[in-house]
């Protein structure tokens, strides 16, 4: 059983970055492909991003191609989202995933993923 806790939301104004952190615990985070996923109000959620278990490759959502970056380190059992020029339409509730069959699907799908954490909100506004 893989247990997620995002960290690193909050308020920042467009164009600023911020870096989201998911910690796991509870299994070995090298078995599984991770993404990232957001929701806004009023709005399913959404997949940003994901890399697979070995960090070899990576899918982004094309709303946020060349402004974020997925990332893993599998010794710390953690990976990042790193969000760089940022825009009110980044603004959602974030959440880190995990689905053990370790690749990623060509697009980000709530389905397979099997784990997941309470959210981090990010708020992009002036």
């Known amino acids: 059983q893989l247990q997620l806790v995002e960290s690193g939301g909050g308020l920042v104004q467009p164009g600023g970055s911020l870096r989201l952190s998911c910690a796991t615990s509870?299994?070995?985070?090298?078995?599984?492909?991770v993404a990232w996923f957001r929701q806004a109000p009023g709005k399913e959620r959404e997949g940003v991003s994901c890399i697979s278990s070995s960090g070899s490759s990576t899918n982004y959502a094309d709303s946020v191609k060349g402004r974020f970056t997925i990332s893993r380190d599998n010794a710390e059992s953690t990976f990042y989202l790193q969000m760089n020029s940022l825009k009110p339409e980044d603004t959602a509730v974030y959440y880190c995933?995990?689905?053990?069959?370790?690749?990623?699907?060509?697009?980000?799908?709530?389905?397979?993923?099997?784990?997941w954490g309470r959210g981090t909100q990010v708020t992009v506004s002036s």
């Open positions: 995933a995990a689905e053990k069959l370790g690749d990623c699907p060509r697009s980000i799908g709530i389905q397979p993923f099997d784990y």
């Open positions: 509870g299994s070995t985070l090298d078995d599984y492909a």
